[in-house]
């Protein structure tokens, strides 16, 4: 072969292995960045996550309704059991119920402890489990960072136990086909957030302790 083909045949080579290096390192790049960005939207959404105490009247809507609720599924729960159950109310009559039930426990008169966020989500999980109260909060905990991700408000809400304890709580556990061993965990409002998200507290200087 003469000497001028075998070196446009090497320079082919060498341009086409130096196109495929510049177009490898450029793909790296990509998917670093992409991870980098991703890490850095889950730090800020547990980092800005805030409890909502004002929400807009309009209702959450039923697709991100179930996303949210499908992510809280898939918080951990002790040894796999998935005992807890989500109970979601939108119907105005209920959650009114609701309000007026929590309120009557809490004491404080005319108060509405779920803030008039539209959609009220009750947590309850079976006592006869090894862990039902972690169970419980753990779902709890996922549900207000996945309404927060999904930009939606929500408040974790207390009383839930006291209220299921009541002969008209037992009533709608019942209603909602709930068994009776469930006991109310928790409850978390949930809608649009109504003006600004709440600064968080400044965090207590002794909070980690490294041993
Ligand atoms: C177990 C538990 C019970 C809570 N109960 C209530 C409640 O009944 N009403 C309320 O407004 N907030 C309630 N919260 C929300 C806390 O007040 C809130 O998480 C805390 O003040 C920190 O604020 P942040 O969530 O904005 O970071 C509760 C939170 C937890 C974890």
């Known amino acids: 072969m003469p000497v001028t083909i075998t070196m446009l045949i090497c320079a082919v080579i060498l341009v086409a292995v130096i196109v495929f290096l510049v177009w490898f390192v450029k793909r790296m790049n990509k998917i670093q960045r992409t991870v980098s960005n991703m890490d850095r939207e889950a730090i800020d959404a547990l980092l800005t996550r805030r409890s909502v105490r004002k929400y807009k009247p309009e209702q959450v809507s039923r697709e991100t309704l179930d996303r949210l609720l499908e992510i809280a599924t898939y918080a ?31 004491g404080k008169g005319d108060i509405d402890p779920y803030y008039g966020a539209p959609t009220i989500i009750v947590v309850f999980a079976p006592t006869d489990g090894s862990s039902y109260v972690e169970d419980g909060s753990s779902v709890l905990t996922y549900l207000t960072i996945a309404a927060h991700v999904l930009g939606l408000g929500s408040c974790w809400v207390n009383r839930e136990l006291q209220m299921f304890e009541t002969g008209e709580g037992k009533a709608m556990k019942k209603a909602w086909g709930i068994p009776e061993k469930f006991v109310g965990i928790g409850g978390v409002a949930v809608g649009y957030v109504d003006g600004e998200l709440p600064k968080p507290a400044p965090r207590k200087p002794d909070y980690v302790k490294w041993v």
């Not at 040894?79 to 009559?93: H, R, Y």
Request: no cysteine.
């Open 76 to 106: 951990p729960n002790g040894k796999g059991l998935q005992t807890p159950l989500i109970a979601v109310v939108q119907d105005k009559e209920t959650t009114d119920r609701l309000r007026r039930m929590n309120a009557e426990i809490w």
